[in-house]
């Protein structure tokens, strides 16, 4: 079984559109990360939670917004739908940040187009 | 903030070594990782480096050179699955830890 799930897969919606995207992970991790992904501008965060009570914008956080409902999920909504935010997104896991290797673990994305 | 930059596309033969750069202007440096990601999968752990030096893990080795900001990939005797991205990310403890990412380099392995 996979370590981190995403769900769905894929969805096609329409602009305005209210869109959740949602990350469960069996790790044990505390540290959980959204990230989209666009050609040619890698992976860019779009907010990130330290544990249950801790969320914190990332670099492009505007039209997004997410929930951690649990030490093991983690939502992202996407409330009004914008053609621009046609995109790949990834959940990631990680353990303790700052010391070590404890690198990001991703789950498969989700391709998400709006029309 | 940070600034990554890694070539967009190389191109090399099967069997062929080849060396991914990447370089990286940051304060608070902790940490360079590199991740392998195939067209339409999640990106994959590598390697990671944080003290100067080159790891090796199989066909796969990572330098570092802190004081250059700069890091390079090196694969070796290429296989056709190596066709992939390859992403470099930096750690930076100002930024609370977090991974910065470059764009990635688009890795074609010809017969």
């Known amino acids: 079984d996979a370590d981190v799930t995403q769900t769905p897969r894929n969805r096609i919606t329409k602009t305005g559109k209210r869109i959740m995207l949602e990350c469960s992970q069996t790790?044990?991790?505390?540290?959980m990360y959204w990230y989209r992904q666009d050609p040619g501008l890698g992976l860019r965060l779009i907010y990130y939670?330290?544990?249950?009570?801790?969320?914190n914008k990332g670099e492009i956080s505007d039209g997004y917004s997410v929930s951690r409902q649990a030490q093991a999920k983690f939502s992202l909504s996407l409330e009004s739908a914008i053609p621009n935010q046609t995109a790949l997104y990834f959940c990631?896991?990680?353990?303790?940040?700052?010391?070590?290797?404890?690198?990001?673990?991703f789950g498969p994305g989700t391709r998400l187009t709006v029309l | 903030g940070q600034n990554i930059d890694q070539p967009t596309e190389m191109t090399a033969t099967e069997g062929a070594i080849v060396q991914i750069n990447c370089t990286y202007q940051?304060?608070?440096?902790?940490?360079l990782f590199w991740y392998q990601q195939h067209a339409g999968e999640a990106p994959t752990f590598l390697s990671y480096?944080?003290?100067?030096g080159l790891e090796e893990k199989g066909r796969f080795s990572s330098f570092l050179s802190r004081s250059k900001g700069y890091s390079y990939l090196l694969l070796k005797e290429l296989q056709m699955k190596d066709s992939a991205s390859y992403l470099c990310?930096?750690?930076?403890?100002?930024?609370?830890?977090?991974?910065?990412f470059g764009g990635g380099t688009r890795l074609m392995v010809k017969p």
């Open positions: 990631a896991t990680s353990d303790l940040g700052g010391t070590g290797v404890n690198e990001q673990f």
């Open positions: 790790k044990g991790h505390d540290r």
């Open positions: 939670s330290f544990d249950v009570k801790d969320i």
């Open positions: 940051t304060s608070g440096f902790n940490g």
């Open positions: 480096n944080v003290l100067d």
């Open positions: 990310a930096v750690r930076e403890r100002d930024a609370g830890n977090m991974l910065t």
